[in-house]
């Protein structure tokens, strides 16, 4: 049996795979080492989505090359995920140092791959229904993070259209796991003492709709909260189009329910929406939002933005920030337009220059910065429960926490400076007095 190193990288929906592939590995006995250098085989789970990850993921691929190299225990190279599905060829021709490549569709030949066998390239690109995987709750996954939360994949693909996507590429069709398979595992996840579950996919409000279930992610958020020993639930990447009543009334009608509506609109200008194949426009969003805020009362808003899309005017642009500053998002992502081949819109013109999308960008940020600094200023001397994550990054003097309104790795977080509650510690749910506002986090105490 080999000792194995694994480096994921890119989403959660990409880590979840990481955890599978550890899962199926240990259990053919292989030892998992977070040690790279001590590791007798190297995974790196690849992100491909923009330039910025392809990079960072090459950059990690390289490195693992030269460290195979240097003469130590590494003598074997497996790179997998969104990387090698969308850039076999290249990657076999230019890169001698990797041993094998699987795609996100061969998860179930991690072992081989180890072993040595021969494993076919991943030849799934463009074509969209070309043996597609889906994990589910009787997969064996080992979870790589802190005790208490977990992520669960609860549908895989993309049938959207978006110009500047090439997930569906990728990851191929939609397709949802069924609704016992995951009140299943969340049962699983709390039997091992997971407190906090993420809900994660690409769409995840359309969660059920190919399998014929109207307001999918209703029914599978009322069911999650019947599960025993999970405190928190949360979901991400929902899409404008498929905010119903319903899911509204789920996430208002259980405290389990995080009140965190992570909703990515892309952009407000109707012509820049119609050009990304995105639909709407500022006065569809305003109403969604509006709804949301009135049937989720204290909800939290987060939202991601492309700035510098081919075509977007100054009157785009600045009616995009016009509507950031009206709405006051919670928070703001923003990121700034690259071409992908393969995409619809790597042929649209004309093209904003980097320096315009970046000063774009900043100008975004700077404006929701205000905008969270007053927001986090008006949480001081509040009371709210919090999950301990355990001692904090900046200072091992501190312990480190989140809100119902912090997502974890997305947001910032509570620092605890101190308990009038005798000891605090990692996975338990406790109450915070809010003593101090900084930029991205807050400080407080435990009081309860």
Known sequence: MARIGFISLGCPKNLVDSEVMIGLLEREGHTITPDAERAEILII???????????E????????????????SLHRLIVTGCLP??????ILEELPEIDAILGVNQIPLIARAVAGEPVPPPDS???????????????????????????????????????????????????????????????????RGV?????VSQDTTA????????????RLLRKLGRVDSIGWIRFLYIHPDRVSRELIEAVQSSPKICRYIDMPLQHASGAVLRAMRRGGNRSTFTRIIERLRKGIPGVTLRTTLIVGFPGETRADFLELKDFCREMEFDRLGVFTYSDEEDTIACGLEP???RRTAERRRR?????????SRRKNRELVGRRLEVLVEGPSEESELLLEGRLQSQAPGIDGVCLINDSEAGEVRAGQFRTLRITRALEHDLLGTVVV
């Open 45 to 55: 789970n690849t992100c491909s989505f923009i330039g910025d990850a392809r990079r």
């Open 57 to 72: 993921s090459i950059d990690a691929v390289l490195a693992a090359g030269e460290l195979k190299k240097s003469g130590g």
């Open 351 to 353: 093209k904003i220059s």
């Open 125 to 191: 690109f463009g074509r969209r229904d070309a043996g597609l995987y889906l994990y589910d709750h009787t997969t064996p996954r080992t979870l790589s993070g802190p005790p208490h939360a977990a992520y669960m994949k609860v549908s895989e693909g993309c049938d959207h259209r978006c110009a500047f996507c090439v997930i569906p590429r990728i990851r191929g069709r939609f397709r949802s796991r069924s609704l016992p398979s995951l009140v299943r595992e969340a049962e699983q996840l709390a039997a």
């Open 85 to 90: 599905e969308r850039y076999a060829r290249e």
């Open 207 to 218: 969660y059920g709709s190919d399998l014929g279930m109207k307001d999918g992610l209703a």
């Open 363 to 371: 100008i975004l940020m700077e404006q929701q910065a205000e905008i």
């Open 195 to 199: 407190r906090e579950i993420t809900l």
